[in-house]
C-alpha cells in the first residue's frame, strides 16, 4: 500500500473516532446532581416520643364546689388572685344556720348553769345522806329515814349527770351547726393561684353531683410546681422507666428544648376512641434549665432518651436505603453501593458499626430521579431554604 493510500485510511479512521466520539458526548447520561453528606464522628441518641401532644400538668390542682347550693354572698378572691393555704374563697348565704348556731350556743350555757344547779344540790343531798347515817348510828333516827335520805342523795346525783349530758348533747348541737355553716363556705387547702371562677355574687352556686358534669365554683392550682403529661404508644411502654432522661419542648417556645427526667409512668393502659393504645407518662423538668415561665395547660412534646454513643462514626439516616444500604460517592464520579453495620439510630443519626470511615460521602437525595448505584452524579451545592 502507497503512503499516500495508508494516510488517506489513517484520516478515514481519525474521522470515525471523532463521529464516534462526537454521538456518544451527545448521547451520553446526564449525571445526576445530588446532594452529599460527609461522614463524621459525633453523639448518636436512641429517643422515642410521644405520639400525642402531652399538657402541662399542676402538681397540686382542685376544682372546689361547696357541698350545699346556695346563692353567692361574698367572693373573697378573683381570678389571678394568690392565695394562702385556709384563705376564704367563697361563701355562701348561710344566716338560717348561724341563727341555729347562736341559739344552740345559748342552750349550752343554760344546760351549764343546770349542772350547776343540780350538782350543787346533788352535793348537798350527799352531805345530809353522811348526817342522817352518823345519826342512824347512834340511834337518834330510824333505818327508814337513813335510807331516805340515801335515795335522795344517789337521785340528786343521777340529776347532776343528766344534766352534765344534756351540757355535752347541746356541744354537740353546736358542731352540727358548724358543720353545716362549714358546707357554705369555701378555703384553700393550698397555697396557689385561682385561675377560674364561675358565678359572681348574688347568684346560684350549685354542687357537682355524681355524674352530673356541673362547672367547680373555683378552680385552684398550684403553678409553683408544675410536670408534663405525655401519651406514649403502648409498644413503647416497656422501654420507659422512672428516672430515664427525656427533652421536653413546647409550642409557645419553638425552637428550644429543655431536660427532664420521667416521673412516673402509668401502671395501666388508656384506650382512647379511634385511636392508638397508648400509656401516659410524667416528667419533669431539670431546675436550672427549666423556662422562666409555664402556663398551666401548655402543649408539650417529650422525647425519652433511651440509650447514647458518644464520638462513634455517624451517618445521616435520610442516606440509608432499606436493608442498610448507602450510595457512596467515589472519587471516579459515580455512585458506589455500600453495605454497612449499624447501631443506635434515630431520626438524625445512625451509628456506624462497619462499612463506612469519618470522611466519606453519602448521598442523603434518595428520591432524586436516576439515583442509583453505577450513576454519574455532580454535587448539588444549592444551599436549603
Same mark, same amino acid.
Given at each position: 500500500?502507497?503512503?499516500?493510500?495508508?494516510?488517506?485510511?489513517?484520516?478515514?479512521?481519525?474521522?470515525?473516532?471523532?463521529?464516534?466520539?462526537?454521538?456518544?458526548?451527545?448521547?451520553?447520561?446526564?449525571?445526576?446532581?445530588?446532594?452529599?453528606?460527609?461522614?463524621?464522628?459525633?453523639?448518636?441518641?436512641?429517643?422515642?416520643?410521644?405520639?400525642?401532644?402531652? %399538657?402541662?400538668?399542676? +402538681?397540686?390542682?382542685?376544682?372546689?364546689?361547696?357541698?350545699?347550693?346556695?346563692?353567692?354572698?361574698?367572693?373573697?378572691?378573683?381570678?389571678?388572685?394568690? @392565695?394562702?393555704?385556709?384563705?376564704?374563697?367563697?361563701? /355562701?348565704?348561710?344566716? !338560717?344556720? =348561724?341563727?341555729?348556731?347562736?341559739?344552740? /350556743?345559748?342552750?349550752?350555757?343554760?344546760?351549764?348553769?343546770?349542772?350547776?344547779?343540780? +350538782?350543787?344540790?346533788?352535793?348537798?343531798?350527799?352531805?345530809?345522806?353522811?348526817?342522817?347515817?352518823?345519826?342512824?348510828?347512834?340511834?337518834?333516827?330510824?333505818?327508814?329515814?337513813?335510807?331516805?335520805?340515801?335515795?335522795?342523795?344517789?337521785?340528786?346525783?343521777?340529776? +347532776?349527770?343528766?344534766?352534765?349530758?344534756?351540757?355535752? =348533747?347541746?356541744?354537740?348541737?353546736?358542731?352540727?351547726?358548724? @358543720?353545716?355553716?362549714?358546707? %357554705?363556705?369555701?378555703?384553700?387547702?393550698?397555697?396557689?393561684?385561682?385561675?377560674?371562677?364561675?358565678?359572681?355574687?348574688?347568684?346560684?352556686?350549685?354542687?357537682?353531683?355524681?355524674?352530673?358534669?356541673?362547672?367547680?365554683?373555683? !378552680?385552684?392550682?398550684?403553678?409553683? +410546681? /408544675?410536670?408534663?403529661?405525655?401519651?406514649?404508644?403502648?409498644?413503647? $411502654?416497656?422501654?420507659?422507666?422512672?428516672?430515664?432522661?427525656?427533652?421536653?419542648?413546647?409550642?409557645?417556645?419553638?425552637?428550644?428544648?429543655?431536660?427532664?427526667?420521667?416521673?412516673?409512668?402509668?401502671?395501666?393502659?388508656?384506650?382512647?376512641?379511634?385511636?392508638?393504645?397508648?400509656?401516659?407518662?410524667?416528667?419533669?423538668?431539670?431546675?436550672? &434549665?427549666?423556662?422562666?415561665?409555664?402556663? @398551666?395547660?401548655?402543649?408539650?412534646?417529650?422525647?425519652? @432518651?433511651?440509650?447514647?454513643?458518644? &464520638?462513634?462514626?455517624?451517618?445521616?439516616?435520610?442516606?440509608?436505603?432499606?436493608?442498610?444500604?448507602?450510595?457512596?460517592? $467515589?472519587?471516579?464520579?459515580?455512585?458506589?453501593?455500600?453495605?454497612?453495620?449499624?447501631?443506635?439510630?434515630?431520626?438524625?443519626?445512625?451509628?456506624?458499626?462497619?462499612?463506612?470511615?469519618?470522611?466519606?460521602?453519602?448521598?442523603?437525595?434518595?428520591?432524586?430521579?436516576?439515583?442509583?448505584?453505577?450513576?454519574?452524579?455532580?454535587?448539588?451545592?444549592?444551599?436549603?431554604?
Amino acid at each position: 500500500m502507497s503512503s499516500v493510500a495508508l494516510r488517506r485510511l489513517l484520516l478515514a479512521l481519525l474521522v470515525l473516532s471523532l463521529l464516534g466520539a462526537g454521538i456518544w458526548w451527545i448521547k451520553r447520561p446526564e449525571p445526576v446532581a445530588v446532594t452529599l453528606a460527609t461522614i463524621d464522628q459525633g453523639r448518636v441518641e436512641s429517643s422515642i416520643a410521644n405520639t400525642r401532644a402531652g %399538657t402541662v400538668e399542676a +402538681c397540686l390542682r382542685t376544682k372546689l364546689s361547696a357541698t350545699m347550693g346556695g346563692r353567692i354572698e361574698v367572693l373573697a378572691v378573683r381570678e389571678g388572685d394568690k @392565695v394562702k393555704k385556709g384563705q376564704l374563697l367563697m361563701k /355562701l348565704w348561710n344566716d !338560717d344556720q =348561724q341563727a341555729q348556731s347562736a341559739l344552740a /350556743l345559748t342552750q349550752v350555757e343554760t344546760a351549764r348553769k343546770r349542772v350547776l344547779e343540780a +350538782c350543787t344540790v346533788a352535793a348537798n343531798a350527799e352531805r345530809e345522806a353522811e348526817r342522817q347515817n352518823a345519826l342512824f348510828k347512834q340511834g337518834f333516827v330510824s333505818g327508814s329515814r337513813d335510807e331516805q335520805a340515801r335515795a335522795e342523795a344517789q337521785a340528786r346525783r343521777a340529776g +347532776c349527770e343528766a344534766a352534765k349530758a344534756d351540757v355535752s =348533747q347541746t356541744l354537740a348541737r353546736v358542731k352540727s351547726t358548724q @358543720v353545716e355553716q362549714n358546707r %357554705t363556705v369555701l378555703y384553700a387547702p393550698f397555697a396557689g393561684t385561682v385561675a377560674k371562677i364561675v358565678g359572681e355574687v348574688g347568684e346560684y352556686s350549685t354542687p357537682s353531683p355524681p355524674g352530673v358534669p356541673t362547672p367547680p365554683a373555683i !378552680d385552684l392550682i398550684d403553678d409553683t +410546681c /408544675l410536670y408534663v403529661r405525655a401519651p406514649m404508644d403502648e409498644v413503647d $411502654a416497656p422501654k420507659i422507666a422512672a428516672g430515664q432522661a427525656v427533652r421536653i419542648s413546647f409550642d409557645a417556645l419553638p425552637k428550644q428544648s429543655f431536660p427532664g427526667t420521667v416521673k412516673r409512668v402509668a401502671p395501666y393502659v388508656s384506650a382512647v376512641e379511634k385511636q392508638a393504645r397508648t400509656v401516659d407518662i410524667e416528667a419533669t423538668l431539670d431546675a436550672d &434549665h427549666a423556662p422562666p415561665r409555664l402556663l @398551666v395547660g401548655y402543649s408539650a412534646d417529650v422525647e425519652v @432518651v433511651l440509650a447514647v454513643r458518644e &464520638h462513634v462514626v455517624r451517618v445521616p439516616s435520610s442516606a440509608l436505603q432499606e436493608g442498610g444500604r448507602v450510595l457512596l460517592a $467515589a472519587p471516579d464520579g459515580t455512585l458506589q453501593e455500600r453495605q454497612v453495620k449499624t447501631g443506635l439510630a434515630n431520626w438524625e443519626f445512625t451509628e456506624v458499626l462497619e462499612g463506612l470511615a469519618a470522611g466519606d460521602k453519602v448521598v442523603t437525595s434518595l428520591e432524586r430521579e436516576g439515583v442509583k448505584a453505577g450513576a454519574a452524579f455532580v454535587a448539588d451545592d444549592t444551599p436549603k431554604k
